[in-house]
C-alpha cells in the first residue's frame, strides 16, 4: 500500500512534460510586451549601480513606443544550456535581444528550464542635491536614500533599470 502511495505521488511529476526553453523565453518576452513588471523582475539578474523605482506598472505602462511584440528569430539547445534570440518590435524600431536558459535538474522531477538573470537597459540620470523624488511617465517615485547624491549641492547622478521604450 505505500508503494503504491509513493509511486502516485512520485509519478506524475517525472511524467509531466516540462516547458520548453522556447516557452520560458516566450513568457518573460511577453511580460515585457504587457509591462508586467512583476514577472519581469522574477529574472533580473542583481545590480549596485543601478535602482528599480521605474521597474512598477504605472511607469512602465504610461510610456511611449513601448515594445509591442516580439519574434523568436532562433533557439539553439546544447546540451543543459539554451540561447534565444529575439527581435523586439515597438513603434519606431526594433531591438534583437538575447536570452540564455540553462536547464535545472531536481530530485524527483523533470528538468526545467530557468532564463540566467536578464539584464535589462539602463537609465543614467542627473538629478540635483538633496533631490528625494523624480517624476517618470508622469509617475513620482520616491528615490532611496542610499541612491540620493551625498553632495549638499551640485548635481548627482542616478541609473534606473527600464524595460525598452521611449
Known amino acids: 500500500m ?8 512520485l509519478l506524475p511529476p517525472l511524467l509531466i512534460g516540462g516547458r520548453s526553453p522556447r516557452d520560458v523565453a516566450e513568457n518573460f518576452l511577453q511580460a515585457v510586451v504587457d509591462g508586467d513588471t512583476a514577472t519581469v523582475r522574477e529574472h533580473l539578474a542583481s545590480s549596485h549601480e543601478s535602482v528599480d523605482i521605474a521597474l512598477v506598472d504605472d511607469v512602465v505602462h504610461g510610456a511611449s513606443h513601448r515594445v509591442e511584440r516580439f519574434t523568436i528569430d532562433t533557439l539553439e539547445v546544447t ?5 534565444v534570440v529575439a527581435t523586439l518590435v515597438s513603434p519606431v524600431d526594433s531591438l534583437e535581444t538575447t536570452l540564455d536558459l540553462q536547464r535545472r535538474s531536481e530530485p524527483f522531477l523533470r528538468p526545467r528550464w530557468e532564463l540566467v538573470p536578464v539584464t535589462l537597459p539602463t537609465l543614467r540620470l542627473q538629478i540635483p542635491a538633496g533631490s528625494s523624488e523624480l517624476e517618470v511617465n508622469g509617475q513620482v517615485l520616491e528615490i532611496p536614500e542610499q541612491s540620493r547624491p551625498p553632495d549638499a549641492s551640485g548635481l548627482g547622478s542616478l541609473t534606473l533599470r527600464v524595460l525598452p521604450a521611449t
Not at 505505500?2 to 505521488?9: E, F, N, P, S
Not at 546540451?79 to 540561447?83: I, V
Open 2 to 9: 505505500v508503494t503504491i502511495l509513493a509511486l502516485m505521488l
Open 79 to 83: 546540451g543543459s544550456s539554451a540561447r
